[in-house]
């Protein structure tokens, strides 16, 4: 099957920050996850360039929008990289195929008889990119972007005809209960299509740093309305119709909780009104939060995520992320519990069960596996935590997933403790005991090193290396998780410590 999963595309006014790649690790866990799966991925990332406040950040800097943009790509895709997030395909708005999807797309909603001239007159926050209504500003703000007056707009626009689409939205929002998740991202947005939708305005005068419309070049599209499309571009729609009909509609457009609502509502609308599927689903997930506020560059919480993962570790920082709050939550950030999950899950738990197994299996067999025992308790909780982690996976559970995974360590290092090895080793009489309770550590691991592997890549295919002298076939880790075993005979490589422990924060 295929699988297509996107994420929100960043606007490139700044660099990125913990709340951006919060969610494009999360997508890659589930990226990971579904290529383990044997599905075919496509997992897409980008920027968003057409933004006022990218403009000006460029002006800022002397150079044109599109310099900038090509500057911040190389930021952009550093920082990912760096991260370990793995995109298939990164998209900017200002390529040429994506200014020809947005026409297009346009043509076809104008054609459906969906946009209508119209003179808005009302509030813009440059902060949002967004329209604003008097009751979204509090004392003449917007609460987001408090620092930046919105502008009182006056202009001849392109409006679109959301409002025809409200009634097509309920039925679909009712015929499709996981269409968007979570529960209270969906019924904000059934309450919000309940009260009725308003049209809305999607062109820009006064600004040349955007796409035209097809039907009318002194105006530019919104760039919320140009953002959206990004998604179908990267399918190659609308000139490869066969790459476009095999990928599109997206199985996943994972996207932060404020901007659900284009998401869920004025994104669909304009695929119903183009006469294109709607994705199958979006997913709202929290914010990172700093000492009760959200963390975003534009209130100046900000925490570089690149200079968490040099002190801690990528592997932890990823792990942190997603073992800390139920996945579509908010997560409140502590470098404390960062630290604390680092040396309790990771060196104590994961990474003390690979240095010990490793540890017994060369000291007493130089390294060589023997046969799993036929019937192990052990090994078939450890094969049932399989099931548990993948039900997780399919809701996006990324937390009990992690949970799943993490049980089967914390029971092989009990039973390490448990069963006491080093006493069986002095007994020459329990040789064959010994080796079926090193089996069963050396198997347990095997399955946790796979499905901890989405969460943290590359440490996971040095110890899936190490354990059975073989690399991790990244398209069956985890539907060949169950049951899965080291070969017997296998030299297990005794390699450097997985997770050192941490001992002082940075300060
Ligand atoms: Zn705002």
Known sequence: MRYYLTTAIDYVNSRPHLGTAYEKITADVIARYQRGCGNEVRFLMGNDEHSQKVAAAGRKEGLTPLEWCDRMEGVFRSAWSALEIQPDVFIRTSEPRHREAVQALAQRIKD????????????????????????????????????????????????????????????????????????SRRNELLALLDRGLEDISVSRTGTDWGIPFPFDERVVVYVWFDALINYITATGWPQDTASSAHWWPADLHLVGKDITRFHGVVWPAMLLSAGLPVPRKVFGHGFVNMSGGRMSKDAGRVTDPLELANTYGVAALRYYLCAEANFGQDLEFSEERLLARANSDLANGLGNLAARTAGMLTRWREGRVAAAPQSSALLARADAAVDTYQRCMEVLDLRGALAAATQIVTEANAHVDRTQPFAMAKDPARTAELDGVLAELVNSLLLACRLHHPFMPAKMEQLHLELTGTALDLTSSISGAKGARVLPGTILVKGAALFPRIETAKT
């Open 112 to 183: 459906a008889g969906d946009f209508y001239e119209g003179e808005y007159e009302g509030w813009y926050c440059v902060g949002c990119e967004a329209f604003k209504r008097d009751e979204d500003l509090k004392d003449g703000l917007c609460p987001d972007h408090a620092n930046r007056k919105p502008e009182w707009l006056k202009e001849k626009n392109w409006f679109f005809r959301l409002s025809r689409w409200c009634e097509p939205l309920k039925a679909h929002f009712a015929a499709n209960p996981s269409f968007v998740l979570p529960e």
